[in-house]
């Protein structure tokens, strides 16, 4: 029953993930997605999406810092809109 309840939870934190990724600003959520899923490195990342390695870094971050103000939004209950 434990091992049930876990996958239930992590199941329902990987649709939660999803739902706040999908969220971001397009231009932040392709580097977050090619960095942190794909395991691009950043000079990768600079030519695929035809920015400076710079920019790539300053949107990294902030795309890591707005998806962790929404994860701790939802993890503290505040109400969402679902689209």
Known sequence: MVFRTQWWLRRDEERTLDRLVSA?????????????IEETDY???????NVPIGTV????????????????????GEPHVVR
């Open 57 to 76: 870094m300053s949107r990294l971050a902030r795309a890591r810092a707005a998806l962790k103000v929404r994860w701790l939004k939802e993890a503290n």
């Open 43 to 49: 000079r990768e990342i600079a030519v695929v999406t």
């Open 24 to 36: 971001l600003r397009e231009e932040h959520r392709e580097v977050l997605v090619l960095r942190e």
